[in-house]
């Protein structure tokens, strides 16, 4: 057991300077809890808690109150000789532990990550072929923009927001201004009915995209869609819904689009295990939630052991400005 160890939280504030609208809501700052793990030998590992207002069901608020009861279990499962794949075994089996929110889990296990690291490459504690990833996927929605953006090598194009005609064009005027070499993702969140989807697909024959992420309002009709239209598709808030399991490997699923706030950095690297084992092989991409420095920095870390290495969903800090944080809080374990 680490006695020794700290746990220090601080609450942060990002301001917007782009819109961001999730779940209905209109966003105009960001905020999260930013942890640090420090022990008296010098080690020190960062992480970041933010949970995303209309897509994590835990709020902010009450996050810090479960500190506590974290700092024991880690103090419990940092052994002196234990390595980061051992730690998050033991982690996963406790049930408290899994219990904790996910966006919870993500900030205190990125932090034992970096402790456990200390001037180490994280990347290398994680157990897997460590590569470098294509630069991250670019933005496109078409709010307030006239062009997508010229350097992107890799484009997602958000869909389902506007008639379908109007989609249509969007879509074409897009593939029009970039280069061929362009990689093209479309992202539907699941705004269309089946009909809707294949009547898309077939006004924009001929343009060839890498996959559309979550198309069909009614997702178990996916393999249909993706048979009948010969669209690949990605599975991203289908990966949550346990009725859905049987999408994880149906025929046409080229990607799983993963989002560690959602899994904690066990569960994202259970899922990397799970997309190499399934007869699809899917890409993995990870993808942010709009998180801070810190977390963002350990999504860059997972993207590079991602399966396949596709440009990972991380083109979010263009909304960000400067932040402003509080003083830390200490959670010494004398409570």
Known sequence: M???????????????????????????????????????????????????????????????????????????????????????????????????????????????LGWLAHSADPADLLGLPVGTPPPSSSLFDGTGETEAPEAATCLKVKVGRQRLEEDVSMVQRVWRSVASSVEIRLDANRAFSLDEALAFAEACNGLSPAWIEEPLSHPAAMPEFATRSGMAVALDESLHEPEHACLLDAPGVAAWVLKPSLLGVGGTLAAFRKAEQVSGRPSCVISSSFEGPCGHGLLETLARCAPGLPSPGLGTQRWFGDGEATPWTVINGRF
């Open 2 to 112: 680490n006695g020794d160890l700290t746990l220090d939280w601080r609450r942060c504030c990002w301001p917007l300077v782009l819109p961001l609208t999730v779940g209905g809501r209109r966003l105009e700052e960001r905020q999260g809890f930013e942890l640090r793990l420090s022990s008296t030998d010098g080690r020190v590992g960062h992480g970041e808690a933010s949970p995303l207002p209309g897509l994590h069901r835990e709020s902010l608020d009450e996050l810090h109150g479960l500190l506590p009861g974290a700092l024991i279990l880690l103090r419990e499962a940092l052994a002196p000789d234990i390595d980061y794949s051992g730690l998050l075994s033991l982690l996963g089996s406790a049930e408290e532990w899994m219990a904790l929110p996910a966006s919870l889990r993500f900030g205190l296990e990125g932090a034992a």
